[in-house]
Nanobody
Framework: QVQLVESGGGSVQAGGSLRLSCAVF????????MGWFRQAPGKEREGVAAIYSVGGTTYYADSVKGRFTISQDNAKNTVYLQIHNLKPEDTAMYYCAAAPIFVGWHQGDFGYWGQGTQVTVSS
C-alpha cells in the first residue's frame, strides 16, 4: 500500500513560481516511479512529469518542458514539482501518483493517487 499527500498549491499571478510537494508513505516497489498529473476544469487529466526513485531518470510532457522540474528527496520520501513562469492555463488540480515503472502517461498504470493540490494562476 502507498499513501500520497500533496501540498504546496495556491493562488499565484502569472509569471510566478510554485513548488508542489508529494510525501510518499508505504511500499517502495509500488512507488518506484512517481508522477505528477493535472486536471483543469472541463478537461481530461494529463501527465506532466515523472521520476524514478532509483537513478532519478525523469520524463516530461512536451507541453511543460522547460518550465516544470520534477525532483525528489529520498531521505524525506518526498517528490517535488517546481513550476516556473506560471500561466493561467496551468490552473488545475495537481495530483501525484505512484507506479512500479514508467510506461507512459496512461493513468491506469499508476495504482496510487493523492488527493490533489489546487493551483490557480491569475493573469
Amino acid at each position: 500500500q502507498v499513501q500520497l499527500v500533496e501540498s504546496g498549491g495556491g493562488s499565484v499571478q502569472a509569471g510566478g513560481s510554485l513548488r508542489l510537494s508529494c510525501a510518499v508513505f508505504g511500499d517502495t516497489y509500488s512507488s518506484n516511479c512517481m508522477g505528477w498529473f493535472r486536471q483543469a476544469p472541463g478537461k481530461e487529466r494529463e501527465g506532466v512529469a515523472a521520476i524514478y526513485s532509483v537513478g532519478g531518470t525523469t520524463y516530461y510532457a512536451d507541453s511543460v518542458k522547460g518550465r516544470f522540474t520534477i525532483s525528489q528527496d529520498n531521505a524525506k520520501n518526498t517528490v517535488y514539482l517546481q513550476i516556473h513562469n506560471l500561466k493561467p492555463e496551468d490552473t488545475a488540480m495537481y495530483y501525484c501518483a505512484a507506479a512500479p515503472i514508467f510506461v507512459g502517461w496512461h493513468q491506469g498504470d499508476f495504482g496510487y493517487w493523492g488527493q490533489g493540490t489546487q493551483v490557480t494562476v491569475s493573469s
